[in-house]
């Protein structure tokens, strides 16, 4: 059989995340021995544009894509024809709808609801909270809107006070949570969509007394979660690892091992420092020197080989 | 000849305009009768622009009545203009410079081989009809603009500056055109400040004081002191300068050019021109008196010969290494040397930041100082100082000068400066460039009119066809003289 | 016949060096061929609209900053459109949607005297909006058959797909260019206040320039949801894109000179650069390096030629 | 004979609406001003209490000024814009400013650990000045149009960062102490970036008016051919020009940098259009030859406020997006009314 050359797909560029995500997959693809080549097509783009990095793998006669789709429908025609043509699909993060790939998912839908049942438990099942969206109209945030309403159908008691978009964008989270503490209408809890540790910052900064905060497993939050006095938070598990699994899925089954079922659920966790147990979690997960926007989570187990060193070196 | 029992073809009253502070017309009033050539005097910044602009729809009045043959009009634009027969000449050249000549033609719907016909008619040969406008010289635009607007066959024309920037040999033939299409019937509003062409062409005259028409006359021997004084308000003397004996040139030049060469068109210019001296250069249309003054103030390089700058030899690169060789170029094409949007202050004050030492603070003090005395010496009408470009287009002129009056000159590179400024500001303008040469600049002054020659210098050199054939001294300049030089004639009766 | 070829050389230039790219493209990986082709023509269709549309308006002297924006309106309009009825009047009434925006674009420019890139500015962010309105999350559906017009090639080696954008940009433009239309809006490009005076109608040609690139956009909407079969409310990187292109393609920023082929031969460029890097495994960060290197190294040398050549 | 020009006295027949609108068309900057006054009076409305500086929250008192927020968030918006005034006064622009500051903040933030803050600081400021030393060489004396060098650079800094971001992922970030009492710290509620924003512009003000540079920036976008004449070299006034550009949008990066307290590798990015919103919403031409920093600087307070504004509005996201274009022609088209400038 092998070596294999391998192409990737992303079509997010400069989030902490997706980097950690590409440098899991170059740190699996150097951990397996049949994978030679990694061919990376990774940038800001569209649909459209991924389908058009797709083509670009296809035509470059890679073994297997491993692709973090811009959505689940849209790249159909690409990857049919990949699957046609005896190419591996492996979709991470997020699925596909295309026959015959194989899906390594984060479970978005959960993620947020996991998030949002804690943080509507946490104020005792009722209030009003901020929920702080990601890029609206992108296939992601939706999936987890559903998660939340989800939560919040739950829980008849709590109300959505004020809902914004952030962009995924760290400045902008910043300053709408500026915007929110300056009306003075009160709010009981904060869900983030990931922005997370700049949405504490505005509250230290401005002085203002700190109500539960959920967010991811970023190192900068995490930190913010064993150290801050008085804040108690919860992040959730978002491990940008799939791309790292997601390699190895391909190569299993370009080994010929391929799973019976053809998608994988990859189920969050959920981190918070309100228990002791919980703040045990938290200080083993700790990770002062990784870059604050980076998931702590750099392994999941079972599927990805190897150490937290190599996934940093990035190479591969 | 027009009178007032004909229906004029165009009768304009009490039209007024202004641009926010500037009133440019208050009371202006003018008619046009069939087969005669009016022309629309009046000082720069009178409003004679503007008037054009409202009769022909470019401009819209804030007062006033337009009748065309006796008919109330309301032209609303430049199109529509032309299809009421009235048919502008700009004093800007309108056409459009990314597309060639044929495609400006279809812009207008005028038929091509009319245009063609006036063109050659107008003594401008080889224009192609494929030719981009963004290639060709300043005076064929003018003839092109002119011939567009003949051939769209009008009952009215209104020429504004139309020969302002056009060498001699080019104006005779404007003067002879228009004089036949006004014996065909059409009505003709010339506007120009040569009064020769006004005596030769037109039949009257009616002019304009500040936004008002305060008169019309006919136009005969002698009209010429009352019409001014019309225009001026005041009594102006137009006596000639009195050239007295002729320079003694000694020493080293100023400036020396010895076998100056651009290909294609500039053979072999050499001249010295020396400390306090006004030099004269005679030249038609395209005998490559723009590239011997590019290669002068540091635009081009000349393909051979050199240049000596108090006897050293220099090698420009760039305008700026003319510049600290002190050599001053006012450039003919205003398009080319002013800041548009931008104040007469900065225009003028330019050129005190324009190295790199000078980037630091502003020596306000000092500028203002040179700025006013410039404003002053060349009374630059500050009325709309705030953006040049809402200057007339006289005053626009001025600037040009005025900011290498501001700087300080040892040489003056004069091309053409006197384009469509008016009789008073003329007279003053040729004692200020005596002035400067009596101070111990020299100056090098290229002039369509040759009528300035005499008026200004002390000799002059004729360039035709890419050399220097010729150099009259100022007490034998008539302007016969300098024509014949000019067109080259002088050579041949040398060579005979 | 050298005037000809002086006029285009900057276009002939480009053809080369895409020709030059091909052959390239061709030694790194030998089995390009009608496949990479055609996946190379599909991946040009929404870049190609989106730049032919901005080359208009910047023809006219203006400039478009809402094109990606409405193209992402036209895209999710279709698509749902296509979710009630056919594909035809689905496309047809997209297009007037496409050129309703765009003359609406071009008539408050107009009408405000705001500078064109303050006006489109604001517009990006109102069709942005107005996309996410009509779909707040991607979906919708596109009929098959619209879908299949840009796969495969009826004519071997030529793929539908770059038929399919021949024929609609020269649907738009060549009887534009043709008539009077065409020379007026080069003619307010170039020289505003002479095209005034010449006799043209400055404001309706500019609307209508707008109104055209309006039309392209929504082309280029189609064009995406052909490709991806749904309609997508968030903007793609369509704008800068077509900018760049434009400018490679030899349109002035400022009007009146340049026409469409080129920026659309330079959309090729574009693309195929990032084939070749895909094809030859660099590392993507740097590949980002190499895409700006290049665009500005091609004006650049552009810019040295035409400069060159005017100091003769 | 008079030889003075005459001056109408028209003052008399002018009415005094038209001599207001000249004298708002004189100072543009005071409607823009009013305009804000206006937005910040609906915002008031809106939210009763929001502009006032201490106010009751459920919980007691809650020390949040929303204007000092207003004012520390315009800041790095408004030194960004100066980038755009600064350059479209040329007739240019600089699309990779943005990127620039984002390149500085994440320089500093990585290599402050590694080196110290303060050479991680004067090694960030200096990536922009780079970076700008390169478009004025490709502006200035290659001659390609600024928006494509600007953007190609943009392009070449982004790859770069990605390329450097993967040497740094674990030696930590550290935010030196001074960025983040600028960004985050407050001195009678009013924000300590203005300690910073307050010398710069006022330096910026005065190289735009009163030195010979600022002179060169207006005369270059208004007509190049004549500054040639005037024995500008123009490329020196470019190179400096994208240089001061590039240190500008350098130093905004760091401060931004102090405020949001997270080096992300998009961290300004998002600030580009809105710089560019800002400086044309403040009076200044793409075209050249005019502009105003102190209308930026109006400007770029009027966007922040319009973003709160929609920040606090209960409304779908579409709606709000459009909402923010339509407020933004709205305000110019006004401006254009009222001070008649294009
Ligand atoms: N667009 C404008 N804005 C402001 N003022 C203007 C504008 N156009 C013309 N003016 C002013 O109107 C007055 C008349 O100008 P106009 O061009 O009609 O003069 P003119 O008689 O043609 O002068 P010249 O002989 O110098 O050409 C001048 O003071 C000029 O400054
Ligand atoms: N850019 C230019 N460069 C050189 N000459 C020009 C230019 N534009 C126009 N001219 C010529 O200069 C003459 C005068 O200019 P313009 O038409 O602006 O003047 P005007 O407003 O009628 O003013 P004036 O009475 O002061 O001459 C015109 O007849 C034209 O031939
Ligand atoms: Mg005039
Ligand atoms: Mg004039």
Redesign the pocket.
Known sequence: EGPYTIGVSNTVQGNGWREQMICAMRAQAAAEADVEGLIVAHRNTDAAGQLEDLNNLIEAGVDAIVLNPANPDALNSALDAAIAAGIVVVAVDAGVTAEGAYILSNNQEEYAYLGARWLFEQIGGEGEVVYMRGIAGVSADTDRDNGFQRALAEFPGVSVVHEVFTGWQQDQGKQQMFDFLATGIPFDGVWTSGIDNVIVDAFLESGAPLVPIVGADNAGFVQYLAEVEGLSGAAVTNPGSVGGAGIALAVDILNGNAPAETTVLVDPVLWENATAEGQETIAGALNPDLDPEWPVSVSIPGWTDYSMAEIIACEG | MGSSDETALLDATGVAKS??A?R??TDASLRVAPGEVVALM??????????VKILTGALRPDAGRVLIRGHDARVGSPAQARRSGLVPVY?EPSLIPDLDVADNLRLGDTPGDAVLHWVNELGIKGLRLDDMISDLPLATLRILDLARALASDPDVLLL??MTAALPTDLVENVLRVVRARADEGCGVIY?S?RFTEIAELCDSATV?RD?RTVGDLKIEPGVEDRCVEMMLGAKLSLDKRDTGAARQNKGVPRLRAAGIAVAPVVKDVSFELFPGEVLGVVALEGQGQDEVFDVLSGHRKPTSGTLEVDGAPMHFSHPADAIAAGLSYVPGDRAEALLRERSVRENIALPFSARLRDWGPLRSKHERQRVDHAIEKLQI?T??QGEV???????QQKVTIGRWLAHGVQTLLLFDPTR?I?VRTKRQIYPLVRELAEQGAAVLFYTSELEEIPLACDRAIVIFNGRVVDMIDASEATEEALMRAAYGLSEMDAAS | MSRLLRKNAWMLGLLALLCVLLVITKLIQPTFGANGLESLARAALPFAFATAAMAIVVIVGGIDLSIASMMAVCGVTAAVLMQSMGPVPAVLITLIVGLAMGALNGALIVLTRVPDIVVTLAMLFVWEGVALLILTSPGGTVATSLRTLISGAMIPGVPNALIFMGVAVALVWVPIRRAKLGLSIYAVGSDELAAFRSGVNVARTKIIAYGLAGVLSAMGGLSLIMLTGIGEPVPGPYLLASVAAVVLGGVVLGGGRGGLLGPIIAVFILRIIRTILTLAAVDPNVTTIVEGVIMVAVVMLGAVLTYRGAQR | MSDQPRIHADAGVETDLKRFGRFLADNPVIPLIAFLFLLIAVLEIMRPGIVTPFRAGRDGIISTFWVGNLIKFAIPLAMLAACQVLTMLTAGIDMSAGILATVSAFVCATLSPLIGPTPAVLVALSTGVVAGLVNGFGVGVVRVHPLIMTLGTGLIATGCLQVYQRFVISTGTLIPETLEWLGTGRTLGMPNGLFVFIPFAAAVLYLMRYTGFGRLLFALGSNEATTKLSGVRSWQVFLALYALSGLIAALAGLLYLGMIRTPSLSLANPLLLPSVAAAVIGGTSIFGGRGSFAGAIVGALILRVIDTMLTLLQMPEGARIALFGLIILLVTALYVRITGTR
């Open positions: 641009f926010g500037v440019a017309l009046g000082a720069n910044g009178a409003g004679k622009s503007t008037f004093q504004d500056e506007i400040h304009l936004g009408d009325r709309a470009q809402r200057l007339s287009g006289g005053n469509g008016d």
